[in-house]
């Protein structure tokens, strides 16, 4: 007979971390960990600069971890290497490089099917990232151009003239990333960089103090297009720039689609509704992770959310 999951989570990031380790912790006996992609924290290999800086506070909120998972300020290195050593320490089936198509739900079972097959659960937590579909913009990008627009640092290159746009903490750390080896402008459509956390405020002004970033801030993008190899950035007010690369930092989107596929429902701006143990309408159908929030989130509360939906699986 098929395995009956207790648990199955679908996304192997910090949320999906969490919920892994919270459930043998707490004495869920049978769970499965499916990731589309071949290792976890996906979104932190690749949008994550090398040695960025990775705070328990985010954003300066301070967060108290509330379940059997501890964690500390590091970097991107320091925290692939913890998770390494909480799913290493925990015995848990795993499929890696399988993609979920689809959750249903007959009687009290679920039924995830994925690119591998399907695999039957009693429970199921939906902890993907927004950054895996990251927001683009809303002029097009000639196809001409597609090889010099990026939407992390993987293309980049050295002694390029670099426009990055956007004005959180990703657009921040690359632009100050790349004024290392690179001619860089960092520009975003609002008058202040109110968005970074408070150490990334300050970082970003000192480089520009040091004449390391220009700041081209309060004014939008009309769109772009191609001049002889570079890339000619035409701006709202008339006036024009050419770069040999534009990096978007502008956040990511809701896969709507996907979660629809999973069976949540979606609210008039397409986010997915949940209640205060972060469960669907679906009984027994949760989300967690990044996705739970409307503006991207933190990693020690996507530990928690784990902590939380296996207490609340469990009646705790």
């Known amino acids: ?18 919920a892994v380790v919270e459930a043998k912790e707490l004495g869920l006996e049978k769970v ?34 509330e379940g059997n998972i501890d964690f500390v300020d590091g970097t991107k290195e320091s925290t692939l290497n913890h998770f390494d050593k909480l799913l290493d320490d925990e015995v848990i089936d795993s499929k890696f490089n399988c993609e979920v198509q689809k959750v249903t739900k007959e009687g009290d079972v679920f039924t995830v099917e994925t ?13 993907i990232g927004r950054m895996g579909k990251p927001n683009k913009p809303s002029y097009k990008i000639p196809p001409s151009l597609r090889s010099l627009v990026g939407y992390n640092l993987d293309k980049c290159g050295n002694s390029e003239n670099v426009l990055v746009v956007g004005g959180g903490d990703s657009a921040v750390e690359y632009a100050c990333d790349l004024s290392d080896t690179n001619e860089v402008t960092l520009t975003y459509r609002r008058n202040d960089l109110t968005r970074p956390n408070p150490t990334n405020q300050e970082m970003i002004y000192q480089y520009v103090e040091d004449d390391r970033v220009t700041l081209k801030l309060g004014i939008d993008i009309e769109n772009v297009e191609s001049l002889e190899g570079q890339i000619q950035v035409n701006y709202a007010d008339g006036t024009h720039e050419v770069y040999d690369r534009i990096v978007y930092a502008i956040g990511g989107t809701t896969p709507k689609d996907f979660l629809k596929a999973c069976g949540f429902t979606l609210d008039e701006r397409g986010e997915p509704l949940f209640d205060e143990n972060y ?3 679906v009984k027994g159908l949760y989300l967690a992770g990044d996705i739970a929030f409307a503006s991207g989130g933190s990693i020690a509360i996507a530990l928690n959310h784990g902590y939380r939906i296996v207490s609340h699986i469990l009646g705790k």
């Open 1 to 18: 007979m098929q395995t009956v999951y207790d648990l199955i989570i679908v996304g192997g990031g910090p949320g999906g971390i969490g």
């Open 115 to 127: 690119s591998d097959g399907a695999f039957m659960s009693k429970h199921v937590i939906v902890s």
């Open 279 to 281: 469960e669907s309408e």
């Open 32 to 65: 499965l960990l499916i990731e589309k992609t071949e290792n976890h924290s996906h979104t932190i290999r690749k949008f994550y600069k090398d040695k960025k800086r990775v705070d328990k506070d985010w954003q300066g909120q301070a967060v108290e971890l």
